[in-house]
């Protein structure tokens, strides 16, 4: 068994240290010609594929790079709106990986304070 993050959480619930073991899962890259057979969304300021899991492209993935280019959120490096860019039938082919997207700080705090939701429900019962 792999343990992939360690939380410390105090008494109150507050997340004191948090350690991320992130080694890149599986992630798939393809070239795609128009018009896109996935359907992608944008989640959390995140695109992500909503339907038409294939090649290893599952739902939830996020859009990791386009042609090279690196994707932050809903732009690429260079400042292009993603799902724009692949509404235009002028950029095909392209080549898109998608894989899981990390966890935000937001997602790693809620995450710690359903640990401590646990541990004071398990702690009542003894």
């Given at each position: 068994m792999a343990i992939f993050s360690v939380y410390v959480v105090n008494k109150a619930g507050g997340l004191i240290y948090q350690l991320d073991s992130y080694a890149p899962r599986a992630e798939a890259e393809k070239t795609f010609s128009y018009p896109l057979d996935l359907l992608l969304k944008l989640h959390d300021e995140r695109v992500l594929v909503a339907f038409g899991q294939r090649d290893g492209i599952r739902v939830g993935h996020a859009v990791l790079a386009?042609?090279?280019?690196?994707?932050?959120?809903?732009?690429?490096?260079?400042?292009?709106?993603?799902?724009?860019?692949?509404?235009?039938?002028?950029?095909?082919?392209?080549?898109?990986?998608?894989g899981r997207p990390r966890l935000t700080s937001n997602e790693k705090l809620m995450l710690a304070s359903m640990f401590h939701s646990d541990q004071v429900c398990g702690a009542g019962r003894s």
């Open positions: 386009i042609n090279g280019v690196d994707v932050n959120g809903k732009y690429t490096a260079d400042g292009k709106e993603v799902l724009e860019y692949l509404g235009n039938p002028a950029n095909y082919p392209v080549s898109i990986r998608f």
